[in-house]
């Protein structure tokens, strides 16, 4: 027997209108237009490989090995994601 259930939550997660720079990066990431309260950084894989509350608008991804991640970016407005690539 399957029983079907409504969610008692969503959560959107927006395209991006957040822009990173630079990117791609060697280390540091700066946000522009807003002011993350977390950031988790997530690896091709989907396993976070970071989890940040910034102290302003940028975060170090210096100790990253090179590749693509993805960045789920929670504000006072919401929560966004985006893509950095780390040379």
Known sequence: EVT???PVSTTDISASQVQIA???TRGWAHFTDVQPET???FN??????????????SIDL???P????WLKITT????SSA?????
């Not at 091709?44 to 608008?57: R, T």
Request: net charge negative; aromatic share 6%.
């Open 4 to 6: 079907l259930m409504d």
């Open 22 to 24: 630079p990117n791609p």
């Open 39 to 41: 950031v988790t950084v």
């Open 44 to 57: 091709a894989n989907g396993q976070i490989v970071g989890d940040f509350k910034p102290n302003g608008s």
């Open 62 to 64: 210096s100790n990253l």
């Open 66 to 69: 090179a590749g693509l991640y």
């Open 76 to 79: 006072a407005e919401g929560i």
């Open 83 to 87: 893509r950095i690539v780390k040379e």
